[in-house]
């Protein structure tokens, strides 16, 4: 069964450093999204990408964040300059063309955990 | 603004019986309503829909109500298994700058544990 897939699974960096998290998600989706899920708390929406721009984004996702589809199959996320706050599980999902409701389900990833010291 | 709330942040259950675990909104009128599973360190993994005009929905032991007049929904593990032990998110689409794509706002889940 296709599944999303995210590299690195762990990512260690030193505050204000440049980090990019890479993911791939099911090859005929259409939809892509990142959110992150600080330690013990809940899972939090960063920003959505559809037709090679942001359709949506949250007030988390502020200017030392970026994302980008290179090629066909990767979608990335890039942080400037890194926080210690910053410090989270990433989480890249991705979603098939909304024919209807049925297909609003979203496939996540395993997520990179992403330490910065 | 709005909010998200499930029931519990753990629930203990014994293996077999039925597991209940609710989730409460305020300030949404949402055309469906997500309930997801996450395991530790693992993405969540999407279980079922409902939409705002289902009053329940059914996938093998699991089932959910929608009750959009008290704002809830209810999610329903029946037969319950030592498996089954996982935290279940409550998703709905959040409101967010651009509108579109259906961006998730997650409760912080129910930390259910079934006991053998």
């Known amino acids: 069964e296709p599944e999303v897939t995210q590299t690195p699974s762990h990512q260690v960096t030193q505050m204000g450093q440049e980090v990019i998290l890479r993911c791939v998600p099911i090859?005929?989706?259409?939809?892509f999204y990142w959110y992150r899920q600080i330690l013990g708390q809940k899972v939090e929406f960063l920003v959505s990408?559809?037709?090679?721009?942001?359709?949506?984004k949250s007030e988390i996702f502020d200017d030392q964040f970026s994302v980008e589809r290179p090629d066909g199959s990767n979608f990335t996320l890039k942080i400037r300059s890194t926080k210690l706050e910053d410090s989270a599980m990433y989480f890249c999902?991705?979603?098939?063309?909304?024919?209807?409701?049925?297909?609003?389900?979203?496939?996540f990833g395993p997520g990179t955990r992403l330490t910065v010291l | 603004s709005q909010k998200i709330e499930q029931n519990s942040e753990a629930l203990n259950i014994q293996e077999g019986k039925t597991a209940t675990l609710t989730c409460n909104y305020t300030?949404?009128?949402?055309?469906?309503l997500q309930w997801y599973r996450q395991d530790p360190g693992r993405g969540p993994v999407f279980l079922l829909l409902?939409?705002?005009?289902?009053k329940e929905k059914r996938k093998e032991r699991l089932k959910v109500t929608f009750d959009t007049t008290l704002k809830q929904s209810l999610f329903h593990i029946t037969a319950s298994q030592p498996a089954d032990s996982a935290t279940y998110l409550c998703?709905?689409?959040?409101?967010?700058?651009?509108?579109?794509?259906?961006?998730?706002?997650f409760g912080k889940g129910t930390h259910l544990i079934i006991q053998p």
């Open positions: 300030n949404y009128s949402p055309a469906y």
């Open positions: 999902a991705s979603r098939k063309q909304r024919l209807s409701l049925r297909f609003n389900e979203q496939f």
């Open positions: 998703a709905l689409r959040g409101m967010y700058s651009g509108g579109g794509a259906d961006g998730l706002t």
């Open positions: 409902i939409r705002e005009n289902e």
């Open positions: 090859s005929n989706h259409l939809y």
């Open positions: 990408f559809y037709n090679n721009e942001i359709s949506e």
